[in-house]
């Protein structure tokens, strides 16, 4: 069975910058878009980036758009998140997320991670 382990969570002050990485544990042959989603206490489980197979296309929503860059080993199902100027809004825990069968990963992966804790203080 695979799963996806995420590191790099962290408490950073407004501004900073952090670093996530997600892989997958277990052997597997298949092709995944993989992506990251965050969930704020008392919120819904909301969409942050994704990126295809091959690593051509990159999604985000506006809320991170120019702050939060995805990318992957090229050929693997590692994943990582790179964010610039973190704000406090920007306080949530972090899953990893993956799915074979979608292109456009932006809701439902099949596969989630643990989660991640991102804390920005003021």
């Known amino acids: 069975q695979v799963h996806l382990v995420e590191s790099g969570g962290g408490l950073v002050q407004a501004g900073a910058s952090l670093n996530l990485s997600c892989e997958t544990n277990g052997r597997t042959s298949a092709r995944y878009a993989m992506g990251w989603f965050r969930q704020a206490p008392g919120e819904e489980r909301r969409f942050v980036a994704s990126?295809?197979?091959?690593?051509?296309?990159?999604y985000y929503p506006d809320s991170v758009k120019g702050r939060f860059t995805i990318s992957r080993d090229k050929g693997q199902n590692t994943v990582y998140l790179q964010m610039v100027n973190l704000n406090p809004e920007d306080t949530a825990v972090y899953y990893c997320?993956?799915?074979?069968?979608?292109?456009?990963?932006?809701?439902?992966?099949?596969?989630w991670g643990q989660g991640t804790q991102v804390t920005v203080s003021s």
């Open positions: 997320a993956a799915d074979p069968s979608i292109v456009k990963l932006t809701t439902a992966p099949s596969l």
């Open positions: 990126i295809t197979w091959t690593g051509d296309r990159t």
